[in-house]
């Protein structure tokens, strides 16, 4: 077959494809958030459900003392010999019998809704997470697709080795993608949950004409709601550093501010040598291995101190990240790094690789950490 005429047929092959991963990516897409939409709904019956529920509690617990006092009251009357005063007594035992019952049955009724509820919840959280891992898969697919089938007649070594470089870079991404998935979860969207259950709070103050209590659970909602705003700022910084385009000294400088905001590391950093001479790839690699060491000394070392120091020469970058932290076994923290599914070290010597480069990891208890990144650069630069 000509190569023109296979060319075309594949470029087909592609443009079909990647239609159908789009296809697909909406519907996840539409998917997710209806089941999201479904999942908010859920949570706040239940909410309400459990409030309700405390409520028909604390009534059948009156309603039971109140029967049993009444009880008391029959007994007496009935050995007074007041045959009155015994019927009376009768029936209002009889009546706080039955009231008592119709609680203990609401009791049981919203109970067993509310642990539908509960497993109703349970299973859209699974389904959003499947389906987030999905989502995921197909736009590294669609991400390769987008490639440029070209260049289909190299050497079989280099395309092994480009293979090889995209296994790499959709493992990386994959484990990424999880692990934002998990940090998101954690951080900004368990915060916003707090920010309803906050608000709801608030409106039973107001409904109580508690307005001095009111105020003081807003002041804290909004306080919440602040903190919140920072850490998804923060994640979408994460996904899309700006400044890269004009060199490292912009998104280093966001960084150390973004850290210093939320940990009150002091975070420095120096760069000699030109960065924005560096391709677009490398400057993402590096500042993503940057980014990694430095919340990996923030989260997991309590450092109190960060230094970068980058050197930027003719023929290699060296990059060194260094903080006063609490140190750590590098190698029993790789070996158990599938086993926890934190990835962060992984990923900083992946990313290093796909450059080109390689990260080094010196570390020890109590000892703080320092992370070498070195790489070589394009004979123009």
């Not at 409030?51 to 059948?60: C, K, M, Q």
């Not at 003392?65 to 007594?89: C, I, P, T």
């Not at 995209?166 to 940090?183: K, N």
């Not at 790789?334 to 010196?362: F, H, K, P, Q």
């Amino acid at each position: 077959m000509p190569l023109e005429e296979l060319s075309r047929k594949l470029k087909e092959i592609q443009d079909k494809m990647s239609e159908a991963l789009h296809y697909s990516i909406d519907s996840i897409s539409s998917l997710r958030e209806e089941e999201r939409e479904r999942l908010f709904e859920i949570r706040t019956r239940k909410e309400d459900l459990i409030r309700e529920l405390n409520e028909v509690i604390v009534a059948a617990d009156k309603a039971e003392s109140e029967y049993r006092r009444s009880r008391e009251e029959l007994l007496g009357a009935s050995r007074s010999g007041n045959e009155k005063r015994e019927k009376d007594a009768y029936e209002r035992a009889m009546h706080l019998m039955k009231i008592r019952g119709a609680f203990e049955e609401r009791e049981k009724l919203l109970a067993r809704q509310r642990d539908d509820l509960a497993r109703e919840e349970r299973r859209i959280e699974k389904l959003l997470a499947r389906s987030e891992e999905m989502g995921n898969r197909f736009r590294v697919a669609l991400n390769l697709l987008s490639m440029n089938l070209e260049g289909e007649s190299e050497s079989e070594s280099a395309v092994s080795s480009d293979e090889s470089g995209l296994l790499a870079g959709m493992l990386l991404a994959e484990r990424e993608s999880v692990s934002l998935s998990r940090d998101l979860h954690d951080g900004p969207i368990q915060k916003f949950s707090s920010i309803g259950l906050m608000i709801d709070l608030s409106k039973e103050f107001l409904d109580r004409g508690d307005f001095v209590r009111a105020g003081e659970e807003l002041g804290r909602t909004r306080a919440h709601l602040a903190d919140a705003l920072l850490e998804a700022r923060s994640f979408l910084f994460q996904l899309n550093p700006s400044g890269l385009k004009d060199g490292l000294h912009t998104p280093l400088n966001r960084l150390a501010s973004q850290v210093r905001s939320f940990s009150g590391c002091d975070v420095r950093f120096s760069i000699e040598g030109r960065a924005d001479v560096l391709p677009l790839q490398v400057r993402t690699a590096v500042f993503k291995i940057v980014q990694q060491a430095v919340m990996n000394a923030v989260r997991a070392g309590k450092a109190k101190n960060v230094k970068i120091m980058a050197c930027i020469g003719v023929d290699v970058l060296r990059v060194k990240v260094v903080d006063d932290g609490v140190g750590f076994d590098v190698a029993k923290e790789r070996d158990l790094a599938e086993e926890r599914g934190t990835w962060g070290l992984v990923n900083m010597e992946e990313r290093a690789r796909l450059i080109g480069g390689s990260v080094s990891i010196a570390s020890e208890p109590s000892r703080g950490t320092t992370v070498l990144l070195e790489t070589p650069l394009p004979k123009k630069v």
